[in-house]
Every structure is written in structure tokens, then in C-alpha cells.
């Protein structure tokens, strides 16, 4: 993002910009400790939380993701203040009541009385029709209301979770994953999903790792702009669309970096961490249209995102001149205070305002304060103009004001065939074969005996996080035991459960034995149930659950060949059991056709080709132990005590990120580079470097390889990753067949952002090391010189 400029609102308005002043904008400038404040045309109020001018929307020459409308401004003429601030409220449906419930009173009357802007947690064509029509037929100025829902991995259908998602390092499968969901959602009265998840974390204890794409910027940013344009189309045009819905860029910002992995807690970064790690996802969903942000709950250096205005104001709507709609977390502005950043709820509805937060979820600290708060001359009506007109250009942009309802006849009710196949790819797609002996896989269908043993073997707990009752109705023959029966025909295919996926109680595991013993092999189905991962489930072992791993080794102990299969939700600890497994299959929770892509795998009709986006550590007290971790003065080496690492450990993962083995195996070639040099001038004015790197199936079954490009910038002037990627390509190859896969490099990939909190890119001069491998350890390296 070359050149992107420190463009504040105040320079929006005449005032000036300049480094070393005195004044402050807002809360979130008050930590940037570089100095660099705002000068000018002076704010009304120069204090913490002060208001924060925006140019109103619709001044701006060109809106990059919302239209203009001009209903838009006339209805913003005529609404009161209350009607205004209704727009920036956003309730929660009680689903499990229904319309008319004591429950949903509330929210009936809040749009009857055109206080209400937005609706979560509301699903159905018939429902949402019915609330509509209030708003719509009812209220004063009929402003339809914008339903939101968290349709975060599949609607009805459910796909793979989305560390899953990414494991298969094939963004399509992303897109696809939106695009289905988009149409089951819209077509039941939803238009918006609070999706994609794009916080990078090194914590494989935070539950929501399940949510993500893991430890790495470049592929979360690939998977987040793939998921935006399958939820919203590539057209800005398309939202209007019956099977498009607006996406959300959630959480906003460094969500995943909670101190000890716990959910909420705590987040310290330096400016130059949170643009190179935090930020670049951010950028690619907005990039790639995203019409919504989340704000997080975490506090960033101090200073809680729901009011960063360095954070939701200075970045996303001046420097990246985001022009679409920011929506709190959960009662986040409300949480303020128990932050101890706000003093009551009137402050916190001030300073969220003022940080940029445009619309509420849940709490109603605007509602209550903000017509006091602009009496006070604490909040601008131009900031509430400017959120109420960024939340109606929504609508209009989801042709709500044309089109409110849904056409009941077309809500799909369950997923379709083809849903289902899409599904089935995209989980097969993103399983990573993490060992495999002997080629113990893929199975034979030919088999006499197979056992198929453990908690997940006949369990229809396999869909993962974020899935409504719904979608846990269409797990129908989903389940792993009755795959392996439908492909195996021919063999005995034996069941025992052995253990609980929770609980101590081993009395299972002899029959879970005896099958192991009369099988010529066994599928061990291990691993963790969904209600353990995901938001609030934060884990201080990562084990498996309960006497699981205790299973694993009873089986082990029959001599016998068997796989583990792996359900979870985040990367676990398997050091204890692994040498003992001759393989070991990541199926992660697979979704709604679980047990046919896990069988699909395991007898070869697919070939596994994932790979692992975030490191598996050795131990909880490795973490965090990602890939792209930057070099100490003393990096590890074996033979020195003194240099980093720990006593007790080897070096490194268990698995590092990147690695997945195939049924086949493959050669990949040194990566070649155009040109040996390139000046950061060159780079600056959008000159490439390309990168080829030639991949060949050196086996004998046709399989997927993921060619992997990772960059090592020698000297820099804040000290560089000691890898980092930045291209990919999974690719699919028969045997003895070959190609060529190619990248290309230019200044973002070669930059880096530095701690100036205006953005800055910064292409230095000297050494980058390309290397192109299978996984983050080893591959092949070229030089090049920056000039
Ligand atoms: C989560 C969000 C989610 C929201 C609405 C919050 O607890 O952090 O990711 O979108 O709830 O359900």
C-alpha cells in the first residue's frame, strides 16, 4: 500500500497536519508515543475522547464501497435526533421465542417507534418479513432495518471451520464457503454476516484459533478477501443481490494476540506488529470490498478498540478511507466502563462515538445518552450525521429500501445437493496429513476387518463452532462409521466408542481393544467436541480431552496397524502419543459432511494436499512458538547453553506451519528469480521481481502440493521475521508431471511497515533471501538485492 498518506479529518477540513504539536485527537492518539498529534483547525474539545470530525459521507468525491443515494440524505434531513440514534442501535432477537414474545416486545416496539436501526440473531423468511413490515409500514419515515447474523463457517451448510478453511491453503474454498452461505442466509431474511474472522493469533489456547486462519498475515488476508467476495460478490453492485449478504472484517484490531490466550484479555503491541501482523487481513477484506468492521473487545496498548480512534478512525476511515460501517462487538461500548476507560455509560457512548464506532450491538448506551451528549456539545451532530448516513448507505447499498422482505417461497430450508458436495470438497480439501508410516494410508477398500474406534467415530459433534440447531439437523449420515460402511461394502467394519470425549472413565476401552485385535487396521477418532472451542473457550492444556490419549495407546499396544484421526478445533499437543501412531490425519471439525470427506481421504479418493496454518506446539509452555518469529541476538543452536531456547525442549514445533504430507511424494526446484536486483525506487513505482519455481510429482498416485514462498528480508531497520510468506499455490499433479508455479514480488511483499502511526512502508536496501519449499523448515533459496 504504497504512499498511503496521514490524511485526518481535520486536514479533511482545512486544518493542518503536523509532527511534534500539542493536541490530541481522540483517545486513540493520546498513545502514540512517536509524537505525531494534530495541529489546526482545533477540535471542539482537545480531551480524551473529544469529538472526532468526519467528513460527512456524502462529501466524498468517490464512496469506494457504498453508493451514493440520495434518499439517503433527504431521509437524514428529516429525522429527529431519537430517529438518528435509533439508527444506531442494533438489538438482539430471541430466535427461540419468536415474534411477540415478552422478549421481542422490546424490539417490535423499538422499530414501530423507528428507534431500532438493526437486528441480530434474527433468521427466517417469515420472521424477519414480519419485524420488517413493522419498521417498514409502521415507523415514521419506514427506514428498514439490517439483519445481521453470525453465518461464520456455512449457514444451513455447514463447511469446515475456518482454521480448517485454511489449512487447505486453496482460497476458493473460502469463496465457495461464502457464496453458498450468502444465499441460504439472504434467502432467510438475513443480509449480513458477521464474517470473515481475520484475527492472526499465535495462541492455540484462545478457543476462537477455530475461527481463524491461524498465525500468518498473507494467508489470512488471502482467505479473508476470498470470503468477502463469495459472501458479497466482486461487484459492489451485487449486495443487492437475493444471494449476496454484506460481510463484516472482525475483530478490529489484535484480538488474536490476548495476553496467555484468554478470551478478552489484554493486547501490547508496537505500531510496526499491529501493521505487519494484525492489520494486512484487515486491508485485503476492504480491499476486496468488505462493506463492515467489527470492533474488538481487547484493549491495544492500553486503549480499548471500541474507543481507538488511532485504531477505528485515523486507519481505517482517514488513512484507508474506509467509508462503510463500524459495528461494535457484543456489548462492547458498554464495556468500556468495566474497562476503566469509561466513567459510566454516557462516557462510553461518547468516546465510542467519537473513536468511530458507528453502530451499537446490544447495549444501548447511545440511545439512552447520545441526545444529552449532543445537548452537551460532548458528541457532534456531524459525527452522528456521519454514522447514521454510513449505516443508511448500507441499506441502500443492500437494496433494502427498494426491496425490504424476502420472497418467503424461495427460502432454502435445507442444503441442497450441491451445497453438500461443496462442502464435502472443501473439508476433504483442508485435512492435513501430519504422519504417515510405512504407508499406512490410504486404506484399502478391499479390507477384510476394519475397527473404527473412539468418542468422534459415530458422533454427530463434528460441525464446529458458530452452528445453529439448524445446521446440526442436516448432519444427516455425516457421521465417520457410516461412511467407512458405505465405501468399505466388502469389510466388517467394527464400532466401540472406548472412551467419552470428556471424563476419566476408561471401562470402554477393552471392547474398543478387542475390535482393534479381530480389524486388520483401525481408525482411532479422537479429539476435541466443538462446545471446548471456539469464543469463551480458552483451554490451559491442549491434550486430548479426558482418557483419550489413553485410548490411543490401548490400541497401540494390540501391535496392530492404526490411524488417528484428529477433530479439534486448534492445534493440540501429540507429542506424547505420536511416535506410537504409525499415521495421523488433521480432519479438524469438518462440517456437515464430516464423515464422508474424512472417508474420502482416508481410502484416497482424495489425496490429502492441506497444510498446517498454525504451528503445533510441543508443549502449552512452548507457546507461543510460531514460524514467523523474529530472530533473538542468540538464536538456537545446539551447542551453546546460552542462546535462546528451553532446557527441557527441542527447538521448534512439533509441527511447524506449512508442513502436510500427500499419498505421493514431490520435488520441488530452487525458486528462480527475473531479475537479480531491483532498486526500491522501481519497487515504489509498482515494478515486480517474478519468482518461478518448478514442482514435479516425483510418485507414484496423483496428488495436490502446496508450492510455498517465504522471504527473509537479511537487515532491516526493525528487525524481520526470520521467514514470513508470501505466495502460494496448491496445485494438482499426476504422476511423473510437472509445472511451473509463479509469483511475484513486489513492494508490499518486500516492505515492511514501520512504527510511524501514519503508515508507513518502508523498502530498505540490502539482502531478502526467497525461499520456496513444502513448509515453513527447509526448501530452496535464491538471493536478492535490493538497490
Ligand atoms: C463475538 C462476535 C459476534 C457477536 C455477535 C460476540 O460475542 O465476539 O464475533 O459477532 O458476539 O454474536
Known amino acids: 500500500m504504497a504512499g498511503v498518506q496521514r490524511r485526518t479529518v481535520l486536514a ?33 474539545r482537545a480531551t480524551q475522547g473529544g469529538p472526532v470530525r468526519n467528513r460527512p459521507a456524502r462529501n466524498r468525491q468517490a464512496a469506494r464501497t457504498l453508493p451514493y443515494d440520495d434518499r439517503v440524505d433527504s431521509l437524514l434531513e428529516r429525522m429527529t435526533v431519537e430517529e438518528k440514534l435509533g439508527q444506531l442501535q442494533q438489538l438482539s432477537w430471541a430466535f427461540a421465542t419468536g415474534p411477540g414474545s415478552p422478549d421481542n416486545k422490546k424490539v417490535e416496539e423499538a422499530a414501530r417507534s423507528g428507534r431500532l436501526g438493526s437486528v441480530l440473531n434474527m433468521f427466517g423468511a417469515k420472521d424477519s418479513n414480519r419485524l420488517q413490515r413493522i419498521a417498514v409500514e409502521e415507523s415514521r419515515l419506514g427506514v428498514p432495518l439490517l439483519f445481521g447474523l453470525d453465518v461464520i463457517h456455512g449457514c444451513l451448510t455447514t463447511f469446515p471451520i475456518p482454521l480448517a478453511q485454511a489449512a487447505s491453503f486453496d482460497p476458493a474454498v473460502a469463496e465457495r464457503d461464502g457464496a453458498v452461505s450468502a444465499l441460504e442466509a439472504r434467502s432467510n431474511g438475513v443480509h449480513w454476516t458477521f464474517a470473515p474472522m481475520m484475527d492472526v493469533t499465535r495462541e492455540p489456547r484462545w478457543g476462537r484459533i477455530a475461527e481463524s486462519c491461524g498465525e500468518d498475515p498473507y494467508l489470512t488476508a488471502r482467505f479473508a478477501a476470498a470470503k468477502v467476495r463469495g459472501y458479497q460478490g466482486a461487484e459492489p453492485g451485487d449486495l443487492a443481490s437475493p444471494d449476496r449478504i454484506a460481510a463484516c472484517a472482525k475483530h478490529f484490531a489484535a484480538y488474536g494476540g490476548a495476553e496467555g490466550g484468554r478470551d478478552y484479555n489484554t493486547v501490547d503491541v508496537s505500531e510496526s506488529r499491529l501493521r505487519n501482523l494484525y492489520l494486512p487481513p484487515f486491508r485485503a477484506a476492504l480491499d476486496a470490498g468488505a462493506v463492515t468492521v467489527m470492533a474488538a473487545f481487547n484493549t491495544v496498548s492500553g486503549v480499548p478498540a471500541h474507543g481507538d480512534a488511532h485504531l477505528l478512525t485515523e486507519i481505517l476511515k482517514e488513512q484507508w478511507e474506509f467509508d462503510g460501517v463500524v459495528v461494535s462487538d457484543w456489548n ?9 476507560f469509561a466513567a459510566d455509560a454516557a462516557d462510553a457512548a461518547r468516546l465510542s462515538l467519537n473513536a468511530g464506532v458507528d453502530l451499537e450491538m446490544v447495549s444501548t448506551t447511545l440511545a439512552d445518552h447520545g441526545a444529552g451528549l449532543l445537548d452537551e456539545g460532548r458528541i457532534s451532530e456531524e459525527r452522528l450525521d456521519d454514522a447514521v448516513g454510513r449505516i443508511l448507505r448500507l441499506k ?31 473439508a476433504a480439501r483442508s485435512m492435513v496429513l501430519l504422519k504417515n508410516d510405512k504407508g499406512t494410508l490410504p486404506l484399502d477398500k478391499d479390507t477384510a476387518g476394519i475397527a473404527v ?7 454427530a459433534d463434528l460441525l464446529g463452532t458458530w452452528t445453529f440447531p439448524l445446521a446440526q439437523e442436516n448432519f444427516r449420515s455425516g457421521k465417520l ?54 469464543e469463551a473457550a480458552v483451554r490451559s492444556e491442549l491434550g486430548l480431552p479426558g482418557a483419550q490419549e489413553k485410548l490411543i495407546e490401548a490400541v497401540a499396544d494390540t501391535g496392530k496397524p492404526f490411524v488417528v484421526v484428529l477433530v479439534n478445533g486448534r492445534p493440540l499437543t501429540i507429542g506424547g502419543w505420536l511416535d506410537r501412531a504409525p499415521a495421523v490425519l488433521e480432519a479438524w471439525h469438518p462440517g456437515v459432511e464430516a464423515g464422508r470427506a474424512i472417508a474420502d481421504v482416508l481410502f484416497g479418493t482424495v489425496a490429502p494436499g492441506g497444510k498446517l496454518p498454525a504451528s503445533f506446539p510441543r508443549s502449552v509452555g512452548q507457546i507461543p512458538v510460531h514460524y514467523n518469529h523474529e530472530s533473538s541476538g542468540r538464536p538456537y543452536a545446539a551447542d551453546n547453553k546460552y542462546t535462546s531456547k528451553y532446557l527441557d525442549l527441542p527447538p521448534g514445533p512439533q509441527f511447524p506451519f506449512g508442513h502436510g504430507l500427500s499419498y505421493t511424494t514431490f520435488a520441488i526446484g530452487e525458486p528462480r528469480l527475473s531479475r537479480a536486483r531491483i532498486d526500491a525506487e522501481a519497487l515504489r513505482a509498482g515494478e515486480t521481481v517474478e519468482v518461478t519455481v518448478t514442482v514435479r510429482n516425483t510418485g507414484r498416485r496423483a496428488g495436490d502440493e502446496v508450492v510455498q514462498l517465504y ?11 526470520v521467514r514470513r510468506l508470501r505466495g502460494f499455490e496448491r496445485v494438482t499433479l499426476a504422476p511423473g508431471r510437472g509445472t511451473t508455479v509463479r509469483f511475484r514480488l513486489g513492494e508490499e511483499d518486500l516492505g515492511f511497515w514501520s512504527n510511524a502511526p501514519e503508515g508507513e512502508l518502508r523498502v530498505e536496501p540490502g539482502a531478502v533471501d526467497v525461499y520456496a519449499g513444502n513448509s515453513s523448515r527447509g526448501g530452496r533459496k535464491a538471493r536478492l538485492t535490493i538497490g
Open 711 to 721: 522471504l527473509h528480508d537479511v537487515a532491516a531497520s526493525i528487525a524481520q521475521p
Open 481 to 534: 462409521l457410516d461412511a467407512v460402511r458405505a465405501v468399505a461394502r466388502d469389510a466388517e467394519v467394527t464400532h466401540a466408542r472406548g472412551v467419552d470425549p470428556a471424563g476419566e472413565d476408561t471401562s470402554g476401552i477393552d471392547a474398543a481393544v478387542a475390535a482393534a485385535k479381530a480389524a486388520e487396521v483401525t481408525v482411532v477418532v479422537v479429539g476435541e467436541p466443538p462446545a471446548i472451542s471456539g
Open 332 to 340: 462492547g461500548v458498554q464495556e468500556l466502563v468495566a474497562h476503566g
Open 12 to 44: 479533511a477540513l482545512g486544518g493542518t497536519v503536523a509532527a511534534g504539536a500539542g493536541g490530541t485527537l481522540g483517545a486513540g492518539t493520546a498513545r502514540a508515543a512517536s509524537g505525531t498529534t494534530v495541529q489546526g483547525a482545533a477540535p471542539e
Open 396 to 426: 441502500s447499498a443492500l437494496g433494502l429500501f427498494d426491496r425490504p422482505y424476502v420472497k418467503e417461497s424461495a427460502a432454502v430450508a435445507a442444503p441442497s445437493e450441491q451445497a453438500r458436495a461443496a462442502a464435502r470438497s472443501a
Open 453 to 459: 474406534v473412539g468418542p468422534f467415530a459415530d458422533s
